[in-house]
């Protein structure tokens, strides 16, 4: 048997190849902004409902997920967290609005 933190070191090395081949799929850059950096992208779901997915569908599996469904692109997209968050938080990214004082939103 192999030990623990061997086990550990592949799972993390497969779940980083799962990863860059779903961010690869889908631009490898935040659909927003551009961001490149890897380390601030996440995926999207565009209509927002993870929360629905995600109870069919634990988060954990999702690089698997999309993979195995071909990485579709009517329900996700790669964004960065900032431009996830303020898509969530403002309902809507700055990037791709015009708002003249976007905190007063």
């Given at each position: ?45 565009v ?27 009517d ?31």
């Amino acid at each position: 048997p192999l030990p623990k933190d061997e086990i550990a070191r592949k799972l993390k090395n497969a779940k980083t190849k799962r990863k860059n081949i779903v961010f690869a799929a889908y631009g490898n850059e935040c659909s927003c902004c551009q961001e490149t950096n890897p380390i601030v992208l996440t995926i999207d779901h565009v209509h927002n409902d993870g929360n629905i997915h995600r109870k069919q569908i634990p988060q954990t599996l999702l690089y698997g997920w999309l993979i195995k469904n071909n990485f579709p692109t009517d329900n996700f997209q790669l964004l960065c967290r900032n431009c996830n968050y303020a898509k969530w938080a403002y309902d809507g990214c700055p990037h791709n609005k015009l708002i003249t004082d976007f905190h007063s939103a």
